[in-house]
């Protein structure tokens, strides 16, 4: 049951991922995000119940609040001020980015298979799907122009990590987990405030023209 | 005594340091900060000039530790072996009297706020000359000969509101760094065969064998000879001597350059085992090439201290040649012949630091006068500079190896074993012997040339600029080390026995050298032990030239002739500078016989108002093909930036590319890495 549960959830955000690659409207990646995060918090939840380990419960929690909750709320505010709701064309067109994204599973389900078998046996899966998500993420911030985009990219590395984390060790100390929230508010924050200057700078989200800047 | 010479170079390090900190914090009285720094040198100077001499008196190392700190297991720890103790000694008799030339020439010559800047960066280059020399160790050495490097720099660049200096101390960089990369490459390899970073360990001669061992060698051999000025790794020389200021050049040309030479001596000649014969093929080659292209180039040169930075490389490649017939009579075993070049190049070390340090601070004080380095704008400066002119006289003169004086002891001995050397190795390569003692001919020849226009154009005739005409005398505070270095190469010329006996205890100290008769006769005499006809009294043997060449001109004296006092004949005209002869016009015939190697282009342009046959006037350019610049660097540096402007494409500045790569690279890395078990 629990297996399942891990199993069903690690391809949730996997396919959450692969829709946000697909995806050109702004607001849609957000939520896609939030239903990823989310998804990471049953994961965390899943494990506490399974393994009855009380601390990590708080990182459920942290987890859904930050990360499916607050960080979604504060982006989409930044994309209504900014007014600017689409992506325009990727630097990659999506029918091929979608094939890319399929070859970067490969790699990392290929990957995975070196790591030895978590104590739940789902450990390969988890490892599987975080580095994927890992990949992908990397991936979108290449071929991706808007901030934003970028922004989420970044979080969806950070969800991977955090993914990796709990299938290989079962969590880390929660003075650890702290800290990475943490400092995944203050990215974001600083971001948003990055990205609403380039906005005001340059009338526009595109980071590709910030070679401009260039001496 | 003995007490002194065990805590000489530490107290010396101390009071220096103690005269950098003071010359700081004086920055803004530029008067009072110029004295402390030159002071605190000369009395630095003076410690160690007293360990080094006792060290070479007695023959016995000094050994001792200058830091030790002890949580990361470093210690700098300094041994005085008779051969850092003559280069020791060379650098105080040098560096005493350019400090105390330097207190008057940088009132004038340096601008009262880098006054700080400047006498801090004379200190530290000192300083790190002086642990350069006694440096025990790899990391204490490379410590000190980069300090060395960066505060000449620093030197170089004092003018640094001037493009040509920048420049020289950019090339001069450049050119330290490539060096010091072969060195460090070099001792570490020689460390990790070794298993230990001292020099006693490193440089016994046993740690490497076979190709590893050439290899190494060549290595050395770049990165010393870059110091060491030759030709064809000498092109930041002729840039860095005439931008610094001159008591500086005087430092940097007679004792910078033979950092080069015992490094040399050091690792390349006694640290790496017996030598083989084609390193000593190949030093020979450079020294040769050296000498002959550094004097013909200096030959050419219009301007004073590039002429005598030339005339470095000319010596700098003496004192190779003199190492190189050393390790080749190593090579074949024949020790009484290399323990004779080996005394001729190391005497030649002593007296060119003596006559270039000389001739340097002689083309300072009269550049002061003129406010110009061009020799073609001098002109008559023998009579508003008489003891200048006197001094530098004497230097040449000293240079031109002519007997009497200190450049001939030398010159001499590097003869004797150079002719020796035919008989006494077998082959082929026995050949090598007398083509370099013709080269040497030659090169002391065109030295000679060199220095008779180089005085007699500047300090001969007639003012050739009105700045020349109101030239006035230095203050005695610039003629007093003159005429102290001035007097040691009269000295060391008639007594040359004092610096040979004295470096007898040097050479027995190297390995693979003995002595089997006392290198000289009595103070007077030299004799270089081998061979029959190798005794000379250089004070006789000048006696007896100048009592021929008087007797030649008395002979020539007729009784009946009156002695009639007229004007020199001007062709009817008015006698002005213009109707002298020039530099360049002196050098001309010169130029034309070496064609092949300067390969020079000449333009003359004629400017006519009425008629072609009437000029108004003739424009004359003339200028010689810079070979090595040319042909060697340029396509150097041409593939360097090319290079470097293929990688440029990499660094596209687009933050979507940087990113590209590391998710490229991560996923190759993890196709190659991952998913192995």
Redesign the interface.
């Known amino acids: 049951m629990t297996a399942n549960i891990l199993i069903f959830c690690a391809a949730g955000m996997l396919v959450t991922a692969y829709l946000m690659v697909g995806q050109k409207a702004l607001f849609t990646t957000i939520r896609l995000y939030g239903v990823q995060s989310l998804l990471l918090g049953i994961v965390a939840t899943t494990i506490a119940i399974a393994e009855s380990r009380p601390e990590l419960f708080v990182t459920a929690a942290l987890t859904v609040t930050l990360k499916a909750i607050l960080i979604p709320w504060f982006l989409m505010r930044t994309v209504d001020r900014i007014g600017i709701h689409r992506e325009i064309e990727p630097f990659l067109s999506v029918p091929a980015s979608l094939l890319v994204c399929l070859g970067l599973t490969v790699v990392g389900y290929r990957v995975s298979t070196g790591f030895q078998e978590g104590a739940r046996g789902v450990g390969h899966h988890l490892i599987g799907v975080a580095l994927s998500l890992l990949l992908i993420g990397l991936f979108l911030m290449v071929t991706r122009k808007k901030a934003i985009t970028q922004i989420l990219a970044l979080l969806t590395v950070e969800n991977a990590v955090f993914l990796v984390a709990l299938g290989v060790t079962s969590g880390m100390p929660l003075i650890v987990e702290l800290g990475i929230s943490f400092d995944v508010i203050l990215a974001v924050l600083v971001l948003g405030v990055l990205v609403r200057r380039i906005v005001g700078r340059f009338e526009s989200m595109d980071v590709s023209r910030l070679s401009k800047l260039k001496g | 005594m003995v007490g002194l010479v065990a805590v000489g170079l530490p107290a010396a390090l101390l009071i220096r340091l103690l005269t950098v900190a003071a010359t700081l914090a004086l920055a803004r009285r530029a008067r009072t900060c110029r004295w402390v720094a030159l002071v605190g040198s000369m009395l630095a100077s003076l410690l160690t000039v007293t360990v080094a001499l006792e060290v070479i008196a007695s023959g016995l190392s000094v050994e001792g530790v200058l830091v030790r700190h002890a949580a990361s297991g470093i210690v700098f720890d300094y041994a005085v072996t008779p051969l850092s103790a003559w280069f020791l000694m060379v650098l105080g008799v040098v560096a005493i009297p350019t400090a105390l030339y330097s207190a008057a020439y940088f009132s004038h010559s340096v601008v009262a706020s880098r006054i700080a800047v400047v006498g801090t960066a004379f200190n530290v280059l000192v300083g790190s000359l002086e642990a350069v020399f006694t440096a025990s160790g790899v990391v204490a050495f490379l410590c000190a000969w980069e300090v060395m490097t960066l505060a000449t720099a620093a030197l170089v660049a004092t003018e640094h509101q001037e493009r040509a200096s920048r420049r020289a101390a950019y090339l001069y960089l450049v050119m330290s760094h490539i060096g010091t990369g072969c060195l460090v490459a070099g001792f570490l390899v020689l460390a990790g065969q070794a298993g230990s970073l001292s020099f006693s360990a490193l440089l016994s001669g046993h740690v490497v064998s076979g190709p590893l061992r050439d290899g190494l060698f060549a290595l050395f051999f770049v990165g010393f000879g870059v110091k060491a000025g030759v030709i064809p790794l000498h092109v930041w020389l002729p840039e860095a001597h005439p931008a610094a200021p001159s008591s500086v050049s005087a430092l940097m040309s007679a004792v910078l350059i033979t950092a080069g030479i015992y490094g040399l001596y050091r690792v390349c000649g006694f640290g790496l085992g017996v030598p083989d014969q084609n390193w000593a093929l190949a030093l020979m080659a450079v020294g040769m090439l050296s000498a002959i292209l550094g004097v013909l180039y200096a030959l050419t040169q219009t301007d004073l201290k590039r002429l005598l930075a030339y005339s470095t490389i000319e010596n700098s490649g003496i004192i190779v040649l003199g190492l190189g017939a050393a390790m080749m009579a190593l090579a074949h075993d024949q020790r009484a012949l290399a323990t004779v070049a080996v005394a001729a190049s190391l005497t030649h070390v002593l007296n060119h630091a003596i006559f270039k340090g000389l001739l340097f601070l002689g083309a300072g004080s009269v550049v002061m006068a003129t406010g110009t380095r061009q020799i073609e704008q001098f002109g008559g400066l023998l009579r508003r500079m008489p003891w200048t002119g006197l001094f530098f006289l004497i230097g040449a003169l000293s240079i031109s190896g002519l007997p009497l004086l200190n450049g001939f002891p030398g010159e001499w001995l590097t003869f004797q074993a150079l002719l020796l050397g035919f008989t006494a190795t077998p082959g082929l390569v026995r050949l090598n012997f007398p083509l370099a003692g013709a080269m040497l001919a030659l090169t002391s020849a065109l030295a000679a040339a060199c220095f008779v226009r180089a005085f007699g154009i500047s300090f001969l005739a007639l003012p050739r600029s009105p700045a020349a005409g109101s030239a006035h005398e230095s203050p005695l505070l610039m003629l007093v080390p003159q005429a102290w270095l001035a007097t040691l190469c009269v000295g060391l010329g008639l007594v040359p026995g004092v610096a040979l006996r004295a470096l007898e205890g040097v050479i027995v100290s190297l390995p693979g050298l003995q002595l089997t008769s006392p290198m000289a006769e009595g103070a007077w005499g030299m004799a270089s032990g081998i061979g029959s006809f190798d005794h000379v009294v250089p004070g006789i043997f000048g006696v007896a030239v100048l009592s021929a060449l008087a007797f030649a001109a008395l002979l020539t004296v007729r009784r009946e002739a009156v002695a009639r006092r007229v004007p020199t004949w001007a062709c009817g005209g008015d006698l002005t500078a213009r109707t002298e002869y020039t530099a360049t016009a002196f050098s001309k015939p010169l130029l034309m016989i070496f064609r092949a190697v300067y390969r020079p282009r000449r333009q003359v342009d004629s400017l006519a108002d009425v008629s072609p046959y009437f000029p108004q006037e003739v424009r004359y350019r003339t200028e010689i093909e810079p070979t090595f610049e040319r042909y060697m660097y340029a396509p150097l540096v041409r593939l360097v930036l090319g290079s470097a402007r293929g990688m440029r494409v990499l660094q ?5 590319t940087y ?2 790569y ?2 490229v690279l ?2 190759i890395l ?2 190659w890495l ?4």
Request: net charge neutral.
């Open positions: 596209a500045g687009s933050l979507h990113l590209a590391v998710l991560a996923v993890l196709i991952g998913g192995t078990t």
